[in-house]
């Protein structure tokens, strides 16, 4: 039988509340040694996608950081209620220059 994979989610409450609903694990944590180590966890758990709001990443950039080339998870920021830090489209800029070899987002 095919190893079953699974997608969480990590935020805050008022930001990822929803995606229960969709059948995602939701970890409502904010702080940043909490959040480090429950990656390192899903990581361990067959967790293939881990979204995080992006106001959590900043505080854990060093652990987001040691999976980025690894083939998983994938760590995929969003943006929270409070707002956008811009850092998700940042990434997901460099990742497409990295695989393409110029930013052709624009």
Sequence with gaps: MPELYKTAVI????SISGFSALGLSVFHETEPKTVSGLIDRLALNNFAVIYITEPVAVGVGSTIAKYRDKKLPSIVLIPAVGGNTGEGMRKLHEAVEKA???DILG
């Excluded at 935020?11 to 008022?14: F, H, L, Q, S, V």
């Design 11 to 14: 935020g805050d409450t008022a």
């Design 100 to 102: 393409v070899g110029s």
